[in-house]
């Protein structure tokens, strides 16, 4: 069974940092794509990023770029979301997902809140 | 970036009602389409893909249609789970974009 757990979130002030995880179990983790989405209070989901089975490209949603970096560890089943330069705007639940080419988001975590706040 | 429009935001309906709820993209995305299902405090769940493929394990009374910027999806007869937001998603290009989500609530 494919589970996709993340952790980190919690209270940031704004301009602080955070680093996101998510821990992969059930599949072969480094044959897949993997992204992280967002919902933010009272909206919708968001795209946030995603990055290549060997980590070699990855993408950003614009308002994320420069601020957010997606990373992996493929010898450890996980995927990282470091956050930096945080707004109030970027309060959300978080979500880890797994990619399939044909598919799109086949699986997805249960989420991680991140509140940015004074 | 590849907008959705996804409408309507919210519809009332009773179960056993047909439901429809419409995608356009401001471009081709040919059929890289996928529709989702959002329950409050759960995670989305992947209902159809490619524009009119179902997802293992989802009910039959869920389709896709459509192609090149219009997409539909159809409950056939809306059943008490059902009632969620659904969202439609792009995967034409690098950056993915939802559509902002239609919320399904009970008449």
């Known amino acids: 069974e494919v589970q996709l757990v993340e952790s980190g979130g919690g209270l940031v002030q704004p301009g602080g940092s955070l680093t996101l995880s998510c821990a992969a179990s059930g599949f072969a983790f480094s044959s897949y794509l993997m992204s992280w989405v967002r919902q933010t209070p009272g909206k919708g989901l968001e795209w946030v990023a995603n990055i290549k089975p060997d980590g070699s490209e990855k993408y950003e949603e614009d308002s994320v770029k420069g601020r957010f970096t997606i990373s992996r560890d493929n010898t450890q089943n996980s995927l990282f979301l470091h956050m930096s330069s945080l707004r109030a705007e970027d309060t959300a639940v978080y979500y880890c997902a797994r990619e399939d080419y044909m598919s799109g988001l086949d699986n997805w975590g249960q989420g991680t809140l991140v509140t940015v706040s004074s | 970036d590849i907008q959705m429009t996804q409408s309507p935001s919210a519809l009332s309906a009773s179960v056993g009602d047909r439901v429809t709820i419409t995608c356009r993209a401001s471009q081709n995305i040919n059929n890289w389409l996928a529709w989702y299902q959002h329950k409050p405090g759960k995670a989305p769940k992947l209902l159809i893909y490619?524009?009119?493929n179902l997802e293992r394990g989802v009910p039959s009374r869920f389709s896709g249609s459509g192609s090149g910027t219009e997409f539909t999806l159809t409950i056939s007869s809306l059943q008490p789970d059902d009632f969620a937001t659904y969202y439609c998603?792009?995967?034409?290009?690098?950056?993915?974009?939802f559509g902002q989500g239609t919320k399904v609530e009970i008449q």
């Open positions: 490619k524009a009119s």
């Open positions: 998603q792009q995967y034409n290009s690098h950056s993915w974009t």
